[in-house]
């Protein structure tokens, strides 16, 4: 194994053989997923450089206390406060795998996926957000600053090399091993996280949407929400550039109370307790009926295949009375899911239809 460590580096090997539960008496080493645990510290690296080139020389020093009126970065900190809380407890109760596992979903996907992608419309030329460019800055560089600490027992290389290199509190430690371990600070808020979470829910809607049509991914859709809550819809007027820009919509996202759907959208649906919101994505111009018509009949063959594999299985007696029962409720699940995919793609030849029905209006018309 000892060139795997020029290969993938001794960072990635201890984040990796952190991750197993102490209950494995036998640990398999997987070259794939050292890899992947390889591309995480890349995507630290590449974090913390983004990072620092939009916050530039703004913050030198990390305050003591930070009280940021911005959702989004209210936000960060209460996921930043748990992660913190959930790896304290892991690595006090010698769950690292719990530890190491926390850190990772936090930093992979609330901050890069979410908070990093958000943070490029306050940060844009005339940003609808310019009076949280500043407290953004600092939340940033909060956080990043935090996240390596959390990270450094597990990672001690790259984590005390970009500790240096990023804004940190006044009278630093002269190493990263000597610095204090994050605590909860008090930022998280079930509330703020309920409001993102519905936010999140409506971008990846309509995310779907793009990806099971195959939108291509630099053409921008026209986007309309709709809900009846009127609390739901200021949420969404408020973070409208950053619903737009991280669904890719053509122009203004449309926000009503209600309405007929549009001709040549798909719809789909977020719950929302105060009154589901829709979803409508518009495809007409963007995906023929023949493309529609194409994609459809590839992926019934496909999803026909897989129902066909587990209900085989299921049938089986030796599965259904050997397997865990996990295992067995597993397979039910993906049976139910392949369905719900093929009754959408049923839905969807309507859909076809109505876009080959608006070109020839279209040409009819010119």
């Known amino acids: 194994m000892g060139a795997g460590f020029p290969a993938f580096g001794a960072d990635a090997l201890r984040f990796m053989l952190a991750t197993f539960p102490p209950s494995n008496k036998r640990i398999a080493l997987s070259l794939k997923r050292l890899d992947g645990y390889r591309k995480f510290l890349n995507k630290i690296w590449n974090a913390t450089r983004f990072s620092l080139d939009n916050v530039g020389g703004a913050v030198t020093v990390l305050p003591e206390k930070l009280a940021p009126k911005f959702l989004f970065n209210r936000w960060i900190l209460g996921r930043l406060d748990e992660a913190a809380r959930i790896a304290s407890e892991g690595i006090g109760a010698f769950r690292i795998d719990e530890a190491a596992l926390e850190l990772y979903r936090f930093f992979w996907h609330d901050f890069c996926d979410w908070y990093v992608e958000i943070t490029k419309t306050v940060f844009a030329p005339e940003s609808p957000y310019a009076e949280h460019v500043e407290e953004t800055k600092l939340t940033v560089a909060t956080v990043l600053e935090a996240s390596i600490r959390l990270m450094h027992p597990l990672m001690p290389f790259v984590t005390e090399e970009l500790w240096h290199r990023v804004p940190r509190h ?196 010119t």
């Open 170 to 365: 006044a009278a630093p430690k002269k190493s990263l091993a000597l610095a204090p371990y994050p605590a909860p600070k008090g930022h998280f808020s079930a509330e703020i996280d309920a409001k993102v979470a519905l936010l999140k829910n409506v971008v990846s809607a309509a995310r779907t949407v793009r990806s099971e049509h195959e939108v291509k991914p630099a053409a921008r859709v026209p986007l309309t929400l709709r809900t009846a809550d009127a609390a739901a819809q200021a949420l969404l007027e408020s973070a409208e550039p950053v619903i737009r820009f991280l669904v890719r919509s053509d122009g203004v996202v449309k926000i009503e109370a209600g309405g007929d759907r549009v001709a040549g959208s798909v719809h789909t649906t977020v719950p929302n307790a105060g009154g589901a919101i829709d979803v409508l994505v518009g495809l007409q111009g963007l995906v023929t009926a023949n493309e529609e018509r194409a994609r459809i009949e590839r992926e019934t063959k496909r999803i026909d295949k897989d129902i066909a594999s587990i209900e085989k299985k299921l049938s089986s007696k030796g599965f259904a009375e050997r397997a865990p029962k996990e295992v067995v409720d597993e397979a039910h699940a993906q049976l139910k899911a392949m369905k719900e995919a093929k009754q959408r793609l049923e839905e969807a030849k309507a859909l076809a239809d109505e876009l080959g029905e608006l070109v020839q209006d279209g040409e009819k018309k």
